[in-house]
């Protein structure tokens, strides 16, 4: 574990704190700390079962899609527009979503619910798999929503 935080601390000074890329890694966990100024975050096929509780303000963006995260994910910044959270292990949506979210992926998960409250601002929410009396509960007409299964 103590090879993998050196690993992504190593990225965070070469990527100048505004990405991280850090796919494919077999992480397990991350830094407390991300920079402050730290905007994009790509962590997908990893082996995560969290993220941190104190996400940045700054992030626009968090790929984490095949890790192994479970049950909720907390306190996500204001500013995220996208956020991809695919084939993971999470039980529950997060209850509340920033304002400004363009794109959700929550396709192969185990949720049982939608939010009743989800963002107006969303443009595409991809759903795969799931059983369909859960997502038309909460279709939205302004949605391009994917539900194939």
């Known amino acids: 574990m103590k090879f993998y935080n050196a690993y992504i601390n190593q990225h965070l000074k070469l990527f100048n704190k505004a990405v991280i890329d850090a796919k494919n890694n077999k992480l397990i ?12 975050l790509f962590l997908s096929h990893n082996r995560l079962k969290r993220l941190p509780e104190n996400l940045p303000s700054s992030l626009l963006i968090i790929y984490v899609e095949n890790n192994r995260l ?26 509340h979503l920033p304002n400004f979210i363009e794109f959700l992926d929550i396709s192969n998960n185990v949720v049982t619910e939608l939010p009743d409250d989800l963002p107006n601002s969303i443009r595409s929410l991809n759903v795969r798999n799931y059983p369909k ?13 994917s539900i194939a299964s």
Request: charged share 20%; net charge positive; aromatic share 2%.
């Open 133 to 145: 009396r859960i997502l038309f509960q909460t279709m939205m007409p302004q949605v391009k929503c």
């Open 29 to 40: 966990t991350l830094p407390k700390n991300l920079p402050a100024s730290l905007s994009k």
């Open 70 to 95: 479970e049950g909720t994910i907390r306190n996500l910044p204001d500013a995220l527009m996208g956020l991809n959270l695919k084939n993971n292990r999470l039980n529950t949506i997060p209850s």
